[in-house]
C-alpha cells in the first residue's frame, strides 16, 4: 500500500478541492449565461424611483474588489513555498470598508422599508 500516505492523500484532497471548486464556479458561470439565474433587476432601487440604486452598485462593487484581492493574496500565499500554507489576513482597514459599504447599504434599506411602513395608510379591520 505504498499510494496511501499522508503526503499522497493531501496531494489528492488539495487536487480534488480545486476540481470541486472549479466545477462549482463552471456551473454557475454557466447558469448565468444561459439565464436560469435571474439577475433582472439585480441593481434597481426597490422603492418608487426604479433607477439604480446607488447603494447596491457600491456594495458590489466594494465586494467583488475585496474578493479578488483576497484571491490574489491567496495566490501569493500559495507561490510562497518555503512556509507552510496559511490563509492570509486582509488588512484592518479593507475589513473596515467593507464592513462600512455594508453597513451604509444596510442603512437605505432599513430607511427605505420604515419609509414604506410610514407611507402605507391604516387598513380597517374586518371582524370575523
Given at each position: 500500500?505504498?499510494?496511501?500516505?499522508?503526503?499522497?492523500?493531501?496531494?489528492?484532497?488539495?487536487?480534488?478541492?480545486?476540481?470541486l471548486v472549479a466545477a462549482m464556479v463552471?456551473?454557475?458561470?454557466?447558469?448565468?449565461?444561459?439565464?436560469?439565474?435571474?439577475?433582472?433587476?439585480?441593481?434597481?432601487?426597490?422603492?418608487?424611483?426604479?433607477?439604480?440604486?446607488?447603494?447596491?452598485?457600491?456594495?458590489?462593487?466594494?465586494?467583488?474588489?475585496?474578493?479578488?484581492?483576497?484571491?490574489?493574496?491567496?495566490?501569493?500565499?500559495?507561490?510562497?513555498?518555503?512556509?507552510?500554507?496559511?490563509?492570509?489576513?486582509?488588512?484592518?482597514?479593507?475589513?473596515?470598508?467593507?464592513?462600512?459599504?455594508?453597513?451604509?447599504?444596510?442603512?437605505?434599506?432599513?430607511?427605505?422599508?420604515?419609509?414604506?411602513?410610514?407611507?402605507?395608510?391604516?387598513?380597517?379591520?374586518?371582524?370575523?
Amino acid at each position: 500500500m505504498m499510494w496511501f500516505q499522508a503526503a499522497n492523500l493531501i496531494i489528492f484532497v488539495r487536487y480534488e478541492l480545486i476540481v470541486l471548486v472549479a466545477a462549482m464556479v463552471m456551473s454557475v458561470t454557466h447558469r448565468l449565461l444561459v439565464g436560469s439565474i435571474n439577475t433582472k433587476g439585480l441593481l434597481q432601487d426597490k422603492g418608487d424611483s426604479g433607477g439604480t440604486s446607488p447603494a447596491r452598485v457600491q456594495l458590489l462593487l466594494l465586494t467583488a474588489s475585496v474578493a479578488l484581492y483576497y484571491l490574489l493574496l491567496v495566490l501569493k500565499t500559495l507561490e510562497a513555498k518555503g512556509q507552510g500554507f496559511k490563509l492570509p489576513e486582509l488588512p484592518n482597514e479593507l475589513l473596515l470598508a467593507l464592513g462600512g459599504s455594508h453597513t451604509l447599504y444596510l442603512g437605505t434599506k432599513a430607511a427605505s422599508a420604515r419609509r414604506t411602513i410610514a407611507d402605507t395608510p391604516d387598513q380597517p379591520t374586518s371582524p370575523p
